[in-house]
């Protein structure tokens, strides 16, 4: 019997009997026969303490990025960097989102400098608010510019981000970029299995859309930190918390960028 403290999870390795007990100390007693091994998946009881990707020892622990030059085979997502998310008085505004611009610009430069296939992926609804989600279509109507209305100001790419030639604009109605889209279609025939994802925000666009990029098998998939944001530092943190756990590499920019200097 072997007692194992701060674990609150593990998986049954194969058909043989694995027992688990919590104790009131809160430890986990295992008992495995001795010729089986058993995989535990560590569990944070509270995600939100020492959140700082460089103290926290569970940030330290990241998926590993693949090292191998993939440039052919990876796309960058540039998700609702728009004015309506990002300009003060935006009706849709993220408190972190103006600080990223220039780190998703450089993100940008980088895929640009790499042959890394930009998407850029956008909010763009029906004046009449038809094609939005049902919580939020009393902010459109008849006289109303509602956010990121197709044609509208709010709906521009923020200063610095431009489309050009050899891009692909994507534009989406709900928080994921594959949902009721074309976009894993799209992608497939491009030859992409690798994504990098960068915009806002953290907890319902980005997250959405790694989460639905890894259940479609994409292989890595990469959320840039501090090319991402959210409406505070703790919720933005504690859904890269999230994603790391289902397999995410969370770099910097700057540690994204390094690996095209190798």
Known sequence: MTTI??????????????????TPCSSLKLSVPDSRSCRLIYSNPNPLRNLSLRSNPEFQKAAPLE????????????VDMQRDFLEDGGPMLVKGGKAIVPNVVKAVEVARQNDILIVWVVREHDPLGRDVELFRRHLYGAGVVGPTTKGSEGAELADGLV?????YKLVKTRFSAFFATHLHSFLQGAGINSLVVTGVQTPNCIRQTVFDAVALDYQPVTVLVDATAAATPDIHHANLFDMR???VATPTLQEWSNMFEA
């Open 67 to 78: 090292m191998a030059d993939k440039r052919a085979n990876t796309a960058l997502l540039v």
């Open 245 to 247: 756990n289902i397999g």
């Open 5 to 22: 403290k701060t674990f609150s999870s593990c998986f049954r390795p194969s058909s043989s009997p694995l027992h688990c007990k919590l």
């Open 163 to 167: 489309i050009r030639e050899g891009d």
